[in-house]
């Protein structure tokens, strides 16, 4: 037994030595600083502390929050507890005085933090964000026990009334400093009696500026004040919470600038799962545009809101919310809520839930949600809108009449892009259960101030749910339908500059569905277009286009174009493709087939979205700014993009791919047919080629093929060839008019090949070399038609001649027809452009049954682009053979000999000068003024007809030898003149025959 005795009391001794130990090391101030270091944020440090049975020591706190905000404390002296904390979960403080405080927030508290409805941020219960169970105690024998987080929005209610703690704090007192990025100081003041249990508390609190600089935009003057009520269970938690808040803002000269007020209301009942909640806010903006910058010129706002709630169990249900929001004591948004809410429990979403009323909002209120650089300007806006809960729970948002917007003015970066139009529609919208979209737009339409310029309609369905990886989105639907007019929309700024369009009326039929082969289809129709190019004359155009993605990354695209009937067009085009849009370079593959093609509908067409000519600069609205000075203007009125292909590589660099075309039947201008017309394009970086061109004609071929290839290594970075063939081809085909009123017919031969090399595209082509040669064999040149006032003319002209003896105007009456229509056996011209970039015409001959032409020259033109304007110096040698000689001989224009080759030449060459544009045939017109001059002049052949005898000559302009009268001493134009006058007609022709 004492053996026994000896052990107990050596093992209760050494028990008792390493308590006192423990304790000992425990409350040592180095160890008790480890301790609470190891429980502060990274960065954090204290100097000193010491913790006894009675108090509580800090000094040099320093605490660094993960959002950048720095807290310091100097000292921390107070009565403190910590066996009443061990064992009996109580917070026993006697009166916390802290002074030195500092509070360093990263950013500018004033501008960043703006007026907004007040949010209900529920003190740290150690709820995990999780979901997990908090650590809170389970309650005594007989209490309900404590519920786990569920992330029901109810349970941070409860968790103030569930606090395990209990709280014995004497008194609180709190003065430091609050300092903001921007260099802003703050006061900061709170002030607390005693806290304890089942006893209510009054907490006073308040940040005031004390910075003497003023904020931006003249704020001065900044409080912030708030009033807590709090009343705590005996058990622990708080049982009721009043927070009252009030903050004012003002400026130098003591106006007003913000007035906030705000009045919370929470009783809870923790462990029986109840609690009520009431919010209340009122909110003075006089001048918005101090905090949101975007709603300059709104002017005063008002912002007042209530909301009463009550929780019991997992449901919280909204008993009445209300909404005002007033502008220059003008209500301008009110929202009313008309039923109860239930969240997180069972609901019942059927009825009249809310209206939302909107009464002149100015649209510039609409700026903060708007995507950056686009802006609107107009008439306000006013609207009903009404929510209504559908069976399945649907959830309907509708407007009690049509909406009406406008009339208002869209702007992008300042740029005008809608102006003064007015938009009409009644929207529907719907959220169903599965939280997918639905909306109805049924009937809406745009006018601008003549009248409609645009209608239609959509519906569709978003799912929120789907996803897609594609280009193509999933999971949603729609079907729209518009009908516009094409010279109405295109008047709009987005639109202005960029077609030539008269007339005209677009319908267009849009179909998105996932569940489809093709996913994206759409057609329509253009009635009766007109160019401005093509006044008076319409077109009807008809288009098909459908797009598939058949696996991730890759479109599939088809498309048909017809125009002229429905029964009979004239024009039937079908596109196929597939093209990766994600991919860079892009790569693409095509075909381009056709049963018929008429070049007119093509022409016509293009003609019509045609970028229109006109002022580099658009009329703007009032109060718009222009464009930013670093926008350059076309005269089209659209941006001039820069050019950057020596940095970006050639134009066609972005694509990679190849076009095959194939036309059974290609109708041209002239009444030809092209048949069986064939071309391959291909692009890579280095190449942009033509190859394979083939058509047919009657009787005759067209082959060729062209290229531009870049180099980015080669100073001449771009060469460029061409080499086009033509066989047995009546040049007719290509004419702009019917074949049968083409001057020329035959059949020609050719080959046009030139290639060129340059540091830009431009510049190649302007450096172009090579060889035009044509041959024509077989032919017709027409150079004018006679018409009956002509014919009528030359007759005359030869009967009066012969009437008259004057041989001169009998052949020049007679040599004209012979211009008309000149057959040839043999027409040929080359061109040639050498490295001194002029043009020469080395070789033209027309050889006729009646008449020869011989000539060569040059074209002075450095540059292509100033070819039609150069001087251009043509020499032309003349012959005429048969009949012809003899009317010309009469008329002293050709020369004694004749060549070899029976024709016999003219006296003198002719020199055509001026321009290709406007070329100078004064030197033709002088030769055939001579010839006619001498026509009239040369003397008639004399009869020998004596008078009778005894008759005296009649002196000239008498009668019967009677004195003249004054009437008849005014000379009477000859008959010779006035046959003038009927031949000059035939002289002009003969001289735009011979180039004039």
């Known amino acids: 037994m004492k053996t026994f005795l000896k052990i107990f009391l050596f093992f209760f001794v050494l028990v008792v030595l390493f308590v006192g130990a423990g304790l000992f090391v425990l409350t040592r101030p180095g160890v008790q600083k480890k301790i609470i270091e190891g429980q502060l944020p990274e960065g954090s440090s204290v100097r000193t502390v010491r913790i006894s049975t009675s108090s509580l020591e800090l000094s040099e706190l320093k605490l660094a929050m993960p959002d950048g905000t720095v807290v310091r404390l100097a ?26 405080l500092v509070v360093e927030v990263p950013g500018a508290l004033i501008q960043s933090e703006t007026p907004a409805e007040p949010s209900i941020a529920p003190p740290s219960t150690g709820t995990s964000t999780s979901g997990q169970a908090s650590d809170v105690p389970r309650p005594a024998k007989g209490e309900a026990p404590a519920p786990k987080a569920s992330g029901s929005p109810v349970d941070a209610l409860y968790a103030i009334g569930q606090i395990d703690w209990l709280l014995d704090i004497d008194s609180i007192r709190l003065q430091g400093e609050l300092r903001d990025g921007a260099g802003s100081r703050y006061a900061i003041d709170l002030n607390a009696g005693p806290i304890r249990p089942g006893e209510e508390t009054t907490i006073e609190a308040s940040l005031k500026l004390s910075s003497r600089e003023a904020l931006h935009a003249g704020l001065k003057e900044f409080d912030a004040n708030a009033r807590v009520f709090l009343k705590q269970n005996r058990d622990g938690g708080f049982e009721q919470v009043r927070v009252e808040s009030l903050t004012n803002a003002s400026d130098q000269s003591g106006k007003n600038l913000l007035s906030v007020s705000q009045e919370l209301d929470l009783a809870v009942q923790g462990f029986e799962e109840r609690a009520t909640l009431a919010v209340a806010f009122n909110a003075d903006l006089p001048r918005p545009e101090i905090f949101l910058p975007e709603m300059a010129g709104v002017g005063a706002v008002n912002v007042q809101g209530s909301l009463t709630a009550e929780a019991g169990g997992e449901e919280l249900t909204l008993q009445g919310t209300d909404l005002l929001l007033s502008a220059s004591d003008a209500e301008v948004v009110s929202v009313k ?71 208002l003015s869209v702007f992008q970066d300042g740029a005008p892009m809608l102006n003064q139009v007015t938009i009409l529609a009644q929207p529907v919208i719907r959220v169903e259960s599965d939280r997918s979209i639905a909306w109805e737009l049924n009937d809406f339409q745009v006018s601008d101030q003549y009248g409609a310029i645009l209608t239609g309609q959509s519906s569709g369905r978003y799912g929120a749910s789907a996803t897609s990886e594609g280009f193509l989105p999933a999971g949603l639907q729609t079907r729209t339908k518009l009908d516009f007019g094409l010279q109405q929309i295109t008047q709009q700024p987005a639109l202005a500059g960029y077609t030539s369009i008269l007339s005209g009326r677009a319908k267009v039929d849009l179909n998105l569905d996932p569940a489809n082969d093709y996913p994206l289809q759409a057609q329509g129709r253009i009635d009766a277009i007109s160019p401005r190019a093509y006044p008076g004359q319409r077109q009807d155009y008809r288009f098909a286009l459908q797009l598939n993605e058949p696996k991730p990354g890759v479109l599939a695209l088809g498309a048909n174009l017809e125009a002229g009937s429905d029964n009979r067009p004239s024009s039937n085009l079908q596109f196929a493709g597939q093209v990766r849009p994600k991919v860079s370079p892009l790569e693409f593959q095509a075909d381009l087939t056709a049963s018929r093609v008429s070049q007119r509908d093509i022409e016509f067409l293009s003609a019509a979205f045609q970028p229109e000519e006109r002022a580099a600069t658009n009329a703007m609205p009032e109060g718009v700014r222009p464009p930013t000075p670093s926008t350059t203007q076309t005269t089209s009125g659209r941006p001039q993009v820069p050019d950057t292909a020596q940095v970006a590589g050639p134009p066609w660099a972005g694509y990679d791919g190849e076009v095959k075309v194939s036309i059974a039947e290609l109708l041209l201008l002239s009444g030809e047919v092209i048949t069986d017309l064939q071309a391959e394009v291909v692009v890579t970086e280095p190449l942009l080629s033509l190859k394979n061109l083939e058509g047919g004609f009657e009787g005759g071929r067209l082959s060729g093929s ?39 017919r035959g059949t020609f031969d050719g080959r046009a090949k030139f290639s060129g090399q ?32 002509s014919n009528l003319g030359l007759i005359g002209a030869g009967l009066l001649g012969q009437s ?41 001959s027309f050889v006729g049954e009646n008449l020869l032409i011989d000539g060569a020259g040059s074209i002075a033109a450095s540059s292509l682009k ?33 060549a070899e080759d029976g024709f016999r030449r003219w006296a003198s060459t002719i020199q055509i000068k001026g321009t290709l544009s406007d070329p100078d045939t004064s030197a033709l017109e002088r030769m055939l003024k001579q010839a006619a001059n001498r026509a009239l002049t040369q003397p008639a052949k004399q009869k020998d007809e004596p008078a009778a005898e005894g008759e005296t000559p009649a002196e000239p302009g008498t009668e019967d030898g009677e004195a003249p009268s004054e009437q008849n001493l005014k000379p009477k134009p000859s008959k010779e003149e006035k046959i003038l006058r009927d031949v000059e007609t035939g002289l002009d022709l003969l001289n735009s025959v011979l180039g004039g």
């Not at 979403?349 to 650089?373: C, H, K, Q, Y």
């Not at 180099?711 to 085909?733: E, G, H």
């Not at 001087?871 to 009317?887: H, R």
């Open 75 to 100: 000292t921390l002296d107070t009565d403190f507890k910590p066996l009443d904390a061990l064992f009996n979960h109580t917070v026993k403080i006697g009166a916390l005085n802290v002074d030195g």
């Open 337 to 407: 809520l008309n039923k109860h809410f239930t969240l997180g429990g069972k609901q019942d979403l059927s009825g009249n839930l809310m209206d939302v009323r909107i009464t002149n909002l100015p649209l510039a209120w609409l700026r903060p949600w708007m995507p950056e650089g686009l802006s609107v300007s107009g008439n306000d806006l006013s609207a009903q809108l009404n929510l209504t809960g559908l069976p399945g729970g649907v959830l309907q948002l509708s407007p009690v009449a049509p909406l009406r917007l406008g009339p």
């Open 706 to 744: 062209s290229e531009a290839r870049y180099s980015q290594r080669q100073r001449m970075a771009y060469a460029i060839k061409t080499d086009l063939m033509f066989d047995n081809v009546d040049p007719a085909t290509f004419s702009k008019k019917p074949s049968k009123d083409f001057p020329v």
């Open 758 to 789: 340059g540091a830009t595209l431009d510049q190649a082509i302007d450096a172009i070399e090579g060889e035009l040669a044509v041959n024509g064999r077989e032919g017709l040149l027409t150079a004018f038609k006679l018409d009956t006032r």
């Open 804 to 844: 008259l003896n004057r041989p001169g105007i009998t052949a020049l009456a007679r040599a004209v027809p012979y211009f008309e229509n000149m057959p040839f056996s043999d027409f040929t011209l080359k061109l040639t452009r050498g490295a001194d970039k002029q043009i020469k015409i080395p070789q033209l």
């Open 866 to 898: 100033e070819a039609m304007s150069q001087p251009l110096d043509l020499t032309l040698n003349l012959g005429a053979k048969g009949q012809l000689i003899e009317y010309l001989e009469t008329l002293e224009l050709l020369g004694p000999n004749t």
